[in-house]
């Protein structure tokens, strides 16, 4: 059974970072890309940044390029978005995923975390 367990997310002030974890079990970790989405209150769901199997590659929506990072730590099972020069349009929940084909396309989502930028 795949899981994704997003870290706690928080309240930070404008200007300011986070860098929310989501560790995975259940699958072969480092050879799955993962993804990082948010969704704001009254908005759809945005793609934010995504790191391929191994790291080798990363991809960031236009508007978080420069200020957010995506990494991952293949022996921890882990994928981090560092977020730097906070606003407040980046207030949403954030959730990690990843999509595994086997037979069919499944896209697993974690449990989001919710970030808050606001002085």
């Known amino acids: 059974q795949v899981q994704l367990v997003e870290s706690e997310g928080g309240l930070v002030q404008p200007g300011g970072s986070l860098r929310p974890s989501c560790a995975a079990s259940g699958l072969t970790f480092r050879v799955y890309s993962m993804d990082w989405f948010r969704q704001a209150p009254g908005k759809e769901r945005e793609f934010v940044a995504a790191?391929?199997?191994?790291?080798?590659?990363?991809y960031y929506a236009d508007s978080m390029k420069g200020r957010f990072t995506t990494s991952r730590n293949d022996d921890q099972n882990t994928v981090f978005l560092q977020m730097n020069s906070m606003q407040a349009e980046d207030t949403a929940v954030y959730y990690c995923?990843?999509?595994?084909?086997?037979?069919?396309?499944?896209?697993?989502w974690g449990q989001g975390t919710q970030v808050t930028v606001s002085s």
């Open positions: 995923a990843t999509e595994i084909v086997v037979k069919k396309t499944t896209t697993y």
């Open positions: 790191i391929s199997g191994s790291g080798g590659n990363t």
